[in-house]
C-alpha cells in the first residue's frame, strides 16, 4: 500500500509571548504502519521544529495528559491512530481548560477544582482502625464504584460538553460521575440531600442539555449518561424531600 503524506495544521500560539498571535502551522510527515498521533507529534517536534508544546506521559490511555482536539473532536493522541482519519489533520488544544501553550492545556487546575467543590472523598464519622479486619464489600457493588473510577481526568468529556464550553462553572460529566462515585459508596455517609446541596443546580446535575457528546467521547467508555442518570434520580428525590 502507497505511504501517504500526511498534512498536520496546528495551532501555536503560546501565551507567554503575546505579541505572536494565534496561527495554524503546517507540517508534513510521512505515514508509518501503527502511527498514533503522539508518535507523529514526537517526530514533527524531534525533526520539524523543538518548540511545540503538547503533553504526554504514559503513552497508553492512562494518564489522561494528551487529549486534544483532532479535526474538531476531542479524544487522546496516543491512542488515535493516524490511520483512521485524513490526509489532512488539523490539531487544536481542547477548550474550556487554561491554555498553557499550543496543543498543552491545564487540566490539573480544573480537576482540583472539582474535587474541591464535589468534596471528592469519603466522608464518614468511623474512626479508622489500622489493626482491626478488612471491611468487606460485595463484588458487584465494588465493581460500580470501580467503573467510576477509571475515570483518568483528560477532560475530553469537558471539552465535548455545550455546557461546560457556555458555562465555566458547570461540573460536566467528569464531575457528576465523581459524584455518581461517592453516592454509591456505602462507606460515604453523606446523605443525598447533602449532595443535593453540592450539586442541585445549573451548574451542576440539571445543567446537562443531553446531547450526550460526552457519553460518545469518553476514551474510557464509562456510561456517563448512566451515571447522570442516576445522580439525577437521587437528587430529583432528595429535592422532593425537601420540599415536604
Ligand atoms: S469521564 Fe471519560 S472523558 Fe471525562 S475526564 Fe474521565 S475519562 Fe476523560
Ligand atoms: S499519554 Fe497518557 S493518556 Fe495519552
Known amino acids: 500500500m502507497a505511504q501517504r503524506l500526511l498534512t498536520f495544521e496546528i495551532f501555536r500560539y503560546n501565551p507567554a509571548s503575546p505579541e505572536i498571535l494565534p496561527r495554524l502551522q503546517e507540517f508534513h510527515l510521512e505515514e508509518t504502519q501503527g502511527m498514533t498521533l503522539f508518535i507523529a507529534l514526537n517526530r514533527l517536534r524531534e525533526e520539524q521544529d523543538p518548540s511545540l508544546m503538547f503533553d504526554f506521559v504514559c503513552r497508553a490511555a492512562v494518564c489522561g495528559s494528551c487529549a486534544i482536539l483532532i479535526n474538531g473532536r476531542p479524544g487522546l493522541a496516543c491512542k488515535t491512530l493516524t490511520h483512521d482519519l485524513p490526509d489532512k489533520i488539523v490539531l487544536m488544544p481542547l477548550p474550556v481548560f487554561k491554555l498553557v501553550g499550543d496543543l498543552s492545556v491545564d487540566t490539573g487546575v480544573w480537576f482540583r477544582h472539582l474535587n474541591e467543590r464535589t468534596e471528592a472523598w469519603i466522608h464518614t464519622d468511623k474512626i479508622f482502625d489500622r489493626q482491626g479486619p478488612e471491611d468487606r464489600m460485595d463484588n458487584p457493588l465494588a465493581h460500580q464504584i470501580y467503573e467510576a473510577e477509571r475515570c483518568i481526568e483528560c477532560g475530553t468529556c469537558i471539552a465535548a460538553c455545550a455546557t461546560a464550553n457556555m458555562r465555566a462553572d458547570f461540573l460536566g460529566a467528569a464531575g457528576l460521575n465523581r459524584i455518581a462515585r461517592f453516592l454509591i459508596d456505602p462507606r460515604d455517609e453523606r446523605s443525598p440531600r447533602q449532595v443535593f446541596e453540592v450539586v442541585g443546580t445549573d451548574e451542576g446535575v440539571f445543567g446537562c442539555v443531553g446531547l450526550m457528546a460526552c457519553d460518545d467521547l469518553c476514551p474510557m467508555e464509562i456510561p456517563l449518561q448512566a451515571q447522570l ?16
Open 229 to 244: 442518570a442516576h445522580v439525577r434520580r437521587k437528587m430529583a428525590l432528595a429535592a422532593l424531600r425537601k420540599k415536604k
